[in-house]
């Protein structure tokens, strides 16, 4: 679930309280949690609605000047149902706090595992060391820049910083990333491990 920018305003500022959107089946659910640019958003209900019990207020708390507004945007999909989904409070980013806190010990050895899973899942082969290697010497490098440097496609590249993101361990910049202060303790015991 993808908010533009000046929505995203709304809810760090608590005007956007509401969300509308044409789904086949929801992808948040109710009583949980969705991580947004501007924080984690708790989730609250869920439910299916018709256009017509849409009204202006509705509108209004989901960011838009209007509710003619709203219903062109949620007429440009055809297919699936109209879902309200009420949004919660909003909480700092946990990636945030989590980049900064050394891993020590049992934590260590619990994302080197977390680690090692993503190079066992991955089709390609083990990739999580090279990426980490490569934000570390190329911080705030284009990602198309670096895709090339670990044998990635782009997409696929950003996929796996992201996965490395939700581990504390990268921060995005407003171009490319770098290691967190996490990440690069992380690199150093990798390295330091397979060496």
């Known amino acids: 679930m993808l908010f533009k920018n000046e929505i995203l305003r709304g809810i760090r500022s608590g005007a956007v309280t509401l969300a509308f959107r044409r789904w086949r089946r929801p992808t948040v659910r109710e009583g949980g949690t969705l991580l947004t640019p501007v924080g984690e958003i708790e989730i609250g209900s869920i439910r299916t609605i018709s256009l ?81 290697g490569v934000l570390g010497s190329h911080p705030g490098v284009r990602s198309g820049d670096l895709c090339g440097l670990v044998d990635q496609e782009q997409i696929k590249f950003k996929r796996n910083v992201r996965k490395l993101k939700n581990l504390g361990l990268t921060e995005s910049l407003g171009t490319g990333y770098r290691l967190s202060a996490r990440g690069a303790h992380v690199l150093d015991m990798l390295r330091t491990n397979d060496s």
């Open 52 to 132: 017509s019990s849409i009204t202006a207020a509705d509108a209004r708390s989901a960011g838009y000047e209007s509710r003619g507004a709203l219903l062109e945007e949620l007429k440009r999909r055809t297919e699936g149902e109209v879902y309200r989904i009420e949004l919660g409070t909003l909480h700092p980013d946990p990636r945030l706090a989590l980049r900064d806190a050394p891993a020590d010990g049992e934590e260590l050895a619990e994302l080197q595992t977390k680690l090692q899973r993503l190079d066992a899942r991955a089709e390609s082969g083990s990739w999580t060391l090279r990426v980490l």
